[in-house]
């Protein structure tokens, strides 16, 4: 969360935890920089179509394309900024039962518009994230923390709304959690 503040990630790698950053902005497939891996990734909701060409696509894959890429079968912390693809990749994670093999969640959501492939009238934009979250609840995910970013615009489905914020960074724990 946040491109220019890696505090977090070094933190934990720095505590001997293996962290890899998703980033399909950088110019080579995989970085190592210190104990943090960097890869030319996107974290999608889709795995890329085989019907495309791979030189037009971007190199996006579902995170449990990913761990399974990988060879990882779980993940302490998951932190992302997936800038409005969130709701779409946190409807995957639910369906594919991904949620089960997360420790923490620490997700920055994009309220100032409905998200990538999300249509219908306000409510009904309400109503599918609300549902979200509340899987989120049922997958036993607590949320322990909430953070909006005062810089960022007062908007809420495209409106001005004077203690709204367009993104907020929530924290869950997943209270199931055993690592092995």
């Known amino acids: ?26 110019e080579q497939p995989h970085l190592q920089k210190a104990e943090i891996w960097f890869h030319r990734i996107s974290v999608d909701w889709r795995d890329p179509s085989p019907a495309i060409l791979p030189k ?18 779980e993940v302490d912390v998951l932190k992302a900024d997936m800038e409005s693809a969130e709701w779409k990749i946190l409807e995957n994670l639910v369906l594919e039962g991904v949620l089960d093999s997360v420790g923490q969640l620490l ?22 994230w609300f549902s979200l979250l509340k899987e989120l609840e049922r997958a036993s995910f607590r949320l322990f923390h909430v953070h909006n970013n005062p810089k960022k615009p007062h908007l809420f489905l495209h409106k001005n709304i004077l203690n709204a914020s367009s993104a907020y960074t929530l924290s869950w724990v997943n209270t199931r959690w055993k690592p092995s």
């Open 1 to 26: 969360l946040g491109v220019d503040d890696r505090s977090m990630d070094n933190f934990l790698a720095q505590s001997g935890c293996e962290v890899h950053c998703f980033d399909p902005s950088l």
């Open 56 to 73: 037009r696509q971007a190199n996006n894959k579902k995170l449990a394309t990913i761990l399974d890429d990988f060879g990882h079968r």
């Open 107 to 128: 997700l920055e959501l994009h309220l100032h518009w409905a998200g990538f492939e999300v249509a219908g009238d306000d409510p009904s934009v309400v109503r599918y």
